[in-house]
């Protein structure tokens, strides 16, 4: 496969569309029904629902044709998809938040979703903003307002590849925030971890995982001292075993230092081959938050 560096942030075929995409949605479409019927108890808190990477609320891309090509993405499927915003401001039982941030970095896309949701009369009586740019700055912004403890947010990160910067994350420190994180394991990170660990992207590992190179070879590279035909000493470096489900683990791990709780078993999505393309992990500070997420994603 030739290096493409874009591939760090933007997927293969495998990485758009397709059932996966749907299970990820109804799992966090059924935990945002339960998180709101649960903090219509605590009026104190004003909600904040804030998608970090709102997309078009299509699946259609610019590269229409190529995609369509690789993705497979039926017609139907294009004219059915309902993305997060659409299914958030649809809410059984006429649950809202108070206040809706839908970010993209992409402003057509964005423009795309404002039209769609107003056309579907979504939007009417809703306090919701659209803000394009970098979801880092914008996750940023939102725990400043977060430290106030006037608010209750409930956060989705459902990037393509790995935008996401731990520095951002860690941002979330003590705040009453939920968040679903998309994490590329399978489509992207794995791939970023060579077979010999020369670590080609070592940097964007780094960022995304907020560890030192050091730190990353520890946990995905075991090293062995073999004895050469001549009975000299060699050093051999191999990749763990599992590295799929180790780069989940380590992710969750890494979130369980910012939120008391975390999905241990984060949901795992598949391509149509069966291989493992991403995990979407849950974390929270509330104990029964967590218990109604693993409840979700166990029989999926
Ligand atoms: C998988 S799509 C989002 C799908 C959407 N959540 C849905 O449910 O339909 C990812 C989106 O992230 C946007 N994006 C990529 N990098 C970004 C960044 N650094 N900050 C904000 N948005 C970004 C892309 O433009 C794309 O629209």
Do not use: C
């Not at 430290?147 to 979330?172: C, N, R, Y």
């Not at 968040?179 to 995304?208: A, C, H, M, Y």
Request: proline share 4%; hydrophobic share 35%; glycine share 6%.
């Amino acid at each position: 496969m030739t290096w493409n560096k874009n591939i760090v942030n933007e997927p293969s075929s495998e990485g758009w569309g397709g059932p996966w995409t749907e299970k990820k949605l109804n799992a966090f479409s059924k935990y945002v029904w339960s998180y709101l019927t649960i903090l219509k108890k605590y009026p104190q808190w004003k909600t904040i629902y804030f998608d970090g990477f709102a997309g078009s609320g299509s699946k259609e891309s610019d590269e229409k044709t190529d995609l369509y090509q690789q993705l497979k993405i039926s017609e139907d499927e294009e004219r059915t998809y309902k993305g997060a915003a659409e299914r958030i401001l649809n809410l059984k039982d006429g649950l809202s938040f108070d206040y809706y941030y839908f970010i993209d970095k992409n402003q057509s896309s964005l423009s795309k979703l404002k039209e769609k949701l107003e056309g579907l009369n979504l939007t009417e009586g809703k306090s919701i903003s659209y803000r394009p740019g970098d979801a880092n700055k914008w996750i940023k912004e939102m725990a400043r307002a977060l430290h106030t403890d006037k608010f209750a947010a409930l956060v989705l990160l459902d990037p393509f590849g790995m935008q996401i910067d731990w520095s951002s994350i860690e941002e979330l420190r003590n705040t009453r925030s939920d968040v679903w994180i998309l994490i590329p394991t399978g489509v992207i990170v794995n791939r970023l971890l060579d077979r010999k660990g020369e670590l080609k992207n070592i940097q964007k590992l780094e960022s995304f995982f907020g560890l030192p190179e050091s730190k990353i070879k520890e946990h995905f590279y075991r090293k062995e001292i073999k004895q050469t035909l001549f009975g000299d000493e060699e050093e051999s470096i191999s990749k763990v075993y599992k590295p799929i489900e180790k780069i989940a683990a380590l992710y969750s791990q890494r979130l369980n230092e910012i939120w008391k709780y975390v999905t241990e078993e984060p949901l795992k999505l598949k391509n149509s081959t069966g291989a493992t393309i991403f995990h979407f992990v849950f974390a929270s500070n509330n104990p029964s938050a967590v218990r109604i997420a693993k409840d979700i994603i166990k029989p999926i």
